[in-house]
């Protein structure tokens, strides 16, 4: 399925609005929306289907861990970890144009896709109220990265966000222009060393004097040391050697398949779509990795995915997990 045909509705930012847009999104709808810094293109983060629509929507050609937007602090320690620092940058930038990545918690809810599988997550509370209001309306975690096109420049306004995503989308919330334009500042808390993954809207000096420490850069570290092209440390990847569009089960390979291709046979065949629906595929691609990998699958047998739509995404990311690593 590489249609995706929506009416794209323009919401008023009062209540009925509000209401409006946090229905669509329990109901698995993107909703454009603005926060200080961009419009966000948002889905429940919960909904794996919901999040496979973001990146049809923008075009993206690979999974991005998505920036999780929550409404409070309370919301943000059952997503992610908090450690003293945590508490400290929360305390001292949110709601605001920061974002900080935290070890997941264990009653996180954020969805494998939307963190690219990984076992941390990126969390900021938004500084608009109006975003805030949605996110509380959606009642939980709305992930949203800039609501533009891929590769297109991040909008500043409805109309900028309609230009790209008109049809692609179930609605915008009508918030006027952003003041920032600038994205949140990035912070990642996974190391012994605080780390600023992104420069943006808090500067490094405000961050470094609350931590009372410098921040690493993205660049130094085990966490940005590619161990295959393309692939970050910090990316999960599985333990299992994949083999790439496989017609047919080899001996002693379990199966990844798409479509119903694969006779199982006693082997462990899981299925990204039966139906060959390549949103079902994403939204089942890091989780069923896992399964694989958490049953012992030491090879594992992919059925050739379509490159088109979605398609080209998973291609991505299945060719990175299949990369040789030392
Ligand atoms: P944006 O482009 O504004 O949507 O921000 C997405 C960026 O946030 C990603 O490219 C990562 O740099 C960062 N990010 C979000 N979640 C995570 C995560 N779980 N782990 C590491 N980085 C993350
Ligand atoms: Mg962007």
Not at 94 to 112: E, I, M, Q, R, Y
Not at 161 to 177: E, K, P, Q
Request: proline share 8%; net charge negative.
């Amino acid at each position: 399925m590489t249609e995706d045909k929506r009416v794209t509705r323009l919401l008023a930012p009062g209540p009925a609005g509000i209401a409006e847009a946090g229905a669509m999104l329990r109901a698995g709808g993107l909703v454009a929306f603005p926060t200080e810094t961009v419009y966000g293109l948002g889905a429940l983060a919960s909904d794996p289907r919901a999040v496979a629509g973001i990146y049809r929507a923008k075009g993206r050609p690979s999974f991005n861990p998505l920036i999780s937007h929550i409404v409070d602090v309370a919301a943000a320690r059952r997503q992610g970890r908090f450690d003293s620092r945590a508490e400290r940058l929360a305390e001292a930038f949110w709601p605001g144009p920061l974002t900080l990545v935290l070890p997941l918690a264990p009653t996180a809810s954020v969805c494998d896709l939307a963190r690219a599988g990984l076992d941390s997550v990126g969390l900021r509370i938004p500084a608009n109220a109006l975003a805030r209001s949605v996110i509380a309306a959606a009642g939980g975690p709305v992930a949203a990265p800039s609501a533009n096109l891929s590769g297109h420049v991040s909008p500043a306004t409805p109309a900028h966000v309609l230009a790209d995503l008109d049809g692609r989308i179930d609605a915008v919330l009508n918030g006027g222009a952003c003041p920032v334009g600038v994205e949140s500042t990035i912070v990642s808390l996974l190391g012994d060393k605080p780390r600023l993954l992104r420069p943006g809207g808090v500067p490094r000096a405000a961050i470094e004097s609350v931590l009372g420490e410098s921040l690493a850069g993205a660049e130094e570290g085990e966490a940005s040391q590619p161990v295959a092209p393309g692939l970050l440390a910090s990316h999960y990847a599985p333990r299992a050697v994949l083999r790439l569009d496989a017609e047919a089960l080899r001996d002693g390979e379990a199966g990844l398949d798409f479509g119903g291709r694969f006779a199982a046979d006693g082997a462990m065949v899981l299925d990204l779509s039966p139906g060959g629906d390549l949103a079902e595929a994403a939204a089942n691609l890091f989780s069923m990795l896992r399964a694989l990998d958490a049953a012992g699958a030491a090879r594992v047998a992919v059925a050739p995915i379509p490159d088109a739509d979605l398609g080209e995404a998973i291609n991505d990311r299945l060719r990175r997990a299949a990369a040789p690593r030392p």
